[in-house]
């Protein structure tokens, strides 16, 4: 079956500390989507990438950083520069949309608590 | 830019009654809407969305939305709800025109009573 996957589903970190949060799809899809998603705030982008070797800040990318080395995977590093960083982060995907938005389908989240 | 308004943060319905949850957006042009649900600790699933032609558009799960250009709105319904539809709901917009990012409302939990 395709589909996105994300791991650990849970993951805790000390302050300091780096940690990289996984996200893999087979769906063939070029684009991939990080959001932070905190309780009454809906989705915030983190960074998104529409194709391999490239990626773009999204509205929230201060303490984050992202690689896309392969289509299939863009893993998601949440850095000590980051102040705050205990959330639930979805990845998504969708197909490369040139000139309109495409439907995006998300993974199952990985909620990080810093400690 | 776009955006995108949720007013009710949290409905309440008894299961088999009607349901509307509501959305607002702000774009210059016709956008794109999607809306979402998402189970606890899940991810989300897409419903249903809007591109162009009919303005009654319907989803998976019985549910249906309406695009209203002059209020601008895409309020999301269900003749009768059922315990599992109990979940966040979000509405997205997003904009024509080269790359341009969706953008989530703030999400309406809803809560179904029996």
């Known amino acids: 079956d395709g589909g996105i996957t994300q791991s650990p589903k849970y993951l805790f970190r000390k302050e300091g500390q780096n940690v990289t949060l996984s996200c893999e799809q087979n769906l063939n899809h070029d684009a991939m989507y990080w959001y932070r998603q905190d309780p009454g705030q809906g989705l915030r982008l983190i960074y998104y990438?529409?194709?391999?070797?490239?990626?773009q800040k999204g509205d929230i990318a201060e303490g984050y950083s992202v690689s896309r080395e392969k289509k299939e995977s863009f893993p998601l590093t949440v850095t000590s520069a980051q102040k705050n960083p205990t959330a639930f982060y979805l990845c998504?995907?969708?197909?490369?949309?040139?000139?309109?938005?495409?439907?995006?389908?998300f993974g199952p989240g990985t909620r990080l608590t810093v400690l | 830019a776009q955006s995108v308004t949720q007013p009710d943060i949290h409905i309440t319905v008894s299961e088999g009654a009607s349901l509307e949850l509501r959305c607002n957006y702000s774009y210059g042009a016709t956008p794109y809407l999607f809306w979402y649900v998402q189970s606890p600790g899940q991810g989300l699933q897409l419903l249903l969305k809007?591109?162009?032609?009919?303005?009654l558009v319907q989803g998976i799960k019985g549910f249906e939305a309406e695009f209203k250009r002059s209020q601008s709105s895409f309020n999301l319904r269900k003749p009768s709800v059922h315990w599992s539809d109990a979940a966040e709901y979000f509405c997205?917009?997003?904009?024509?025109?080269?790359?341009?990012?969706?953008?989530f409302g703030t999400g309406t939990k809803l809560q179904v009573i029996p």
């Open positions: 998504a995907s969708s197909i490369q949309g040139l000139a309109q938005p495409q439907t995006q389908y």
């Open positions: 997205a917009v997003g904009a024509r025109g080269g790359y341009q990012k969706v953008t």
């Open positions: 809007y591109f162009s032609g009919d303005t």
């Open positions: 990438s529409q194709i391999v070797n490239d990626f």
